[in-house]
């Protein structure tokens, strides 16, 4: 059984500015009902939306946060965090 849930109506036309909060805001649901996340690429700092969900779920202790071992500077720096780093 799966349950989607979306605060905004999904097949509505989103500004950039829009799109960027609302999926803020998504990932930290996808965090919240998680057992793991596995992060594979992020970007760094406020402006990339996994960047903020894993930086929550790793300070907040949400969930365990797998973050893929590369030299990205996103990636480096949640593992950095407390993020598990994986191959």
């Not at 950039?16 to 909060?21: L, P, R």
């Not at 300070?59 to 996103?74: A, P």
């Amino acid at each position: 059984m799966m349950l989607l849930v979306s605060e905004i109506n999904p097949l509505r036309t989103l500004t950039k500015m829009d799109a960027t909060v609302h999926f803020m805001n998504r990932n930290k649901y996808i965090y919240a009902i998680s057992e793991h996340t596995f992060v594979v690429k992020s970007g760094f700092g406020s402006r990339s939306g996994t960047w903020s969900g894993a930086e929550q779920a790793i300070k907040k202790k949400i969930t365990k946060v797998y973050v893929r071992d590369i030299s990205y500077e996103g990636n480096l720096k949640l593992i950095e965090l407390g993020g598990i780093p994986y191959k």
